[in-house]
């Protein structure tokens, strides 16, 4: 059902869904860019519409609710240990159609890879997601390639037009909450981009053979392996583990799991000093085959959504979209 409020109304709406939600949504965050003065647009908690950033891509994706950064699995002592107080709140998440589309393949790993990760899934259960729609496509975008720019999984869509907020509801328990708003049913057509400047193609006899290509050694000059594009990305869901001992007793601590990054030094250290892919070229031709060849063989569709984000961080400029154009030509060499 769509609705027709004014922004006024609508912040009632989220003032009420705030008792039972915690809204994030795309927002500028004044002064915590790069450097001291400039801004930067990454998920955070809103409370007014007019918070949320339309007009630009989020340079984060909102996987950050889901996956934390740092979170803490559980506290120890010298006999025993103790989860954490779990959320009571639940969240909804303001999101592209490319973010929607990256859900699935982390619901894939952290719920359907021979095994439930608790931790994902008592923060998964509690989450609506309310579209975005893109009215244009963004630099670097290539979501049209990957199959991403549209979707009709979300639970609303919203979209904002002067004073005035189109919200298309599919989800009873969000709907709920406009029952004594001020609001006109209206019929809503969902903004989903038809076509990008930047265009991707996957070669149809990609195989293992490409790993032998020298495409691969102009970026063990290039990157310098600080793992940006693995963080922004809204489908890298790898982490590592770290117990934190307390000073005042050294036997108590607690155990976190972190982000990590496949690009970055020490990723595959092994116990004797071992390590895999220390050449960071070999690193970038397993991100990049990761998420256009092996993860469609196992799951029939590319990790990759195309959000383009990977390009927009890369200190270096190297863009993932030319390197996945590369591989046509990298096949034609080692065949």
Request: aromatic share 12%; net charge negative; proline share 2%.
């Amino acid at each position: 059902m769509g609705f027709k409020l004014t922004v006024e109304d609508f912040n009632q709406f989220l003032s009420s869904v705030s008792k039972d939600y915690k809204v994030y949504a795309p927002k500028v965050l004044e002064g915590k860019g790069t450097f001291s003065d400039t801004d930067v647009v990454r998920y955070s908690e809103i409370e007014d519409v007019r918070e949320i950033e339309f007009k630009t891509k989020s340079a984060f994706s909102y996987k950050e609710v889901l996956l934390p950064i740092t979170q803490t699995l559980f506290y120890f002592t010298e006999d025993q240990w103790i989860e954490p107080k779990k959320e009571e709140k639940g969240a909804l998440i303001l999101l592209r159609s490319c973010d929607m589309h990256s859900l699935r393949r982390i619901d894939d790993i952290y719920l359907r890879n021979g095994f439930e990760d608790p931790y994902y899934k008592a923060l998964r259960e509690k989450v609506k997601f309310v579209l975005i729609g893109c009215e244009k496509s963004f630099d670097n975008c290539f979501c049209v390639s990957m199959g991403t720019n549209k979707t009709d999984e979300h639970d609303a869509y919203i979209k904002v037009d002067g004073d005035m907020v189109y919200f298309d509801v599919k989800d009873a328990a969000i709907e709920q909450y406009f029952a004594d708003l001020s609001k006109e049913e209206v019929e809503i057509t969902l903004d989903f981009v038809e076509e990008n400047q930047t265009k991707v193609n996957i070669p149809a006899n990609l195989d293992l053979k490409v790993m032998n290509s020298s495409m691969w050694k102009e970026y063990s000059e290039r990157c310098i392996a600080c793992g940006r594009c693995n963080f922004v990305c809204p489908t890298c869901t790898c982490f590592t583990m770290q117990d934190i001992f307390y000073k005042d007793n050294e036997k108590s601590g607690e155990r976190r799991r972190v982000w990590a990054s496949c690009q970055v030094d020490g990723y595959t250290n092994m116990a004797g000093g071992h390590s895999f892919r220390l050449d960071k070229g070999q690193r970038m031709r397993f991100k990049v085959l990761h998420k256009v060849y092996d993860y469609k063989k196992r799951w029939g569709y590319h990790m990759c959504v195309g959000c383009g984000r990977c390009d927009d961080i890369c200190p270096e400029y190297i863009s993932f979209s030319n390197c996945i154009n590369k591989l046509e030509k990298g096949m034609e060499e080692v065949e």
